[in-house]
């Protein structure tokens, strides 16, 4: 079985789509396909379908949406080599259902192994190749997560968790990059990173140190000016610390490579070309 969540929902079965048309029963594939070969119980799947008040007859018709889900796994079984039925594939167990992917691919599951390579090799000082494996992870999203989902409370919750985990994984490997001296190719894409977040200081501080080792002083100032504004306006609140202590070495640093101790904001500040 082949499962895409991270933008819009594939799911295919000897490579024929099983994704349904009808809203409902394709709310129930996309939770149970993003937590393939675990089971989703009955109550998540119908929180999911009808929040906190569903009908008298939701078990029965959650019941009916994995009966629709099953005659489209059949068609999709139709001469498998296996030999497998429908429950095989979506499984009935006590108090809730599985979706088992028989060893398939998952787009999420890619993501996630590919994302903690790159985090140990940041981990590790092998810099090219944390930015390798990051871009790899974050080259698998095609856009938001379920993004042709009608999603309930379920999928709203996991798509607020994938969105945190994509941008915990870009904002590592823009990191990467700054250490290996791509500032300048990097500059493009943090403009539109840091109008699309406008609150989020670990990116504005990496447009910050990539405008500045492009020799572009008064414009890595102005951004934090411009964060600065933000969120006093919208959150009352002022920088923080580590931001600020950034904007100040800008502000005092000069060109010359430091002997300093590798944490500190004005080493960082160092042209690495």
Same mark, same amino acid.
């Given at each position: =079985? ?21 809203? /409902? ?37 959650? $019941? ?22 429908? /429950? ?7 108090? &809730? ?14 993501? *996630?192994? #590919? +994302? ?5 090799? =940041?981990?590790? %000082? ?25 999603? %309930?409370?379920?999928?709203? =919750? ?13 904002? $590592?490997?823009? *990191?990467?990059?700054?250490? #290996? ?23 504005? +501080?990496?447009? =910050? ?5 492009? %020799? ?8 934090? $000016?411009? #964060? ?7 959150? &009352? ?23 300093? +101790?590798?944490?500190?904001? /004005? ?7």
């Amino acid at each position: =079985m082949d499962i895409d969540v991270l933008g819009a929902l594939a799911v295919q079965e000897n490579k024929v789509s099983i994704t349904p048309t009808a809203p /409902k029963p394709r709310q129930v594939l996309a939770l149970l396909a993003l937590h393939a070969d675990r089971v989703v119980p009955v109550s998540a799947l119908m929180a999911e379908l009808w929040g906190t008040t569903p009908p008298r007859s939701a078990r029965t018709t959650l $019941q009916t949406y994995i009966l629709q889900l099953r005659e489209l796994i059949a068609r999709a079984l139709e001469g498998d080599a296996q030999q497998r039925t429908p /429950k095989d594939v979506l499984v009935t167990t006590p108090g &809730g259902y599985l979706l088992a992917s028989f060893g398939g691919r998952s787009d999420v599951r890619e993501f *996630e192994r #590919l +994302a903690g390579l790159g985090y140990r090799a =940041m981990d590790a %000082g092998d810099f090219p190749g944390a930015a390798r494996q990051l871009s790899q992870a974050l080259a698998l999203w095609s856009g938001t997560p379920f993004a042709d989902v009608q999603a %309930g409370p379920q999928l709203e =919750m996991e798509i607020k968790r994938l969105d945190e985990s994509r941008l915990c994984a870009l904002d $590592q490997r823009i *990191e990467a990059d700054l250490r #290996l001296g791509r500032h300048r190719e990097l500059l493009a894409e943090l403009t539109v990173l840091v109008n699309r977040y406008r609150t989020h200081e670990s990116l504005h +501080a990496q447009f =910050m140190l990539a405008l500045y080792r492009s %020799g572009r002083r008064g414009e890595a100032l102005s951004v934090y $000016q411009g #964060l600065r504004a933000t969120l006093v306006r919208e959150l &009352g609140l002022e920088p923080s610390a580590g931001l600020h202590r950034l904007q100040r070495s800008i502000l005092m640093a000069n060109c010359e490579p430091v002997a300093a +101790a590798p944490d500190t904001a /004005k080493e960082r500040l160092a042209p690495t070309s």
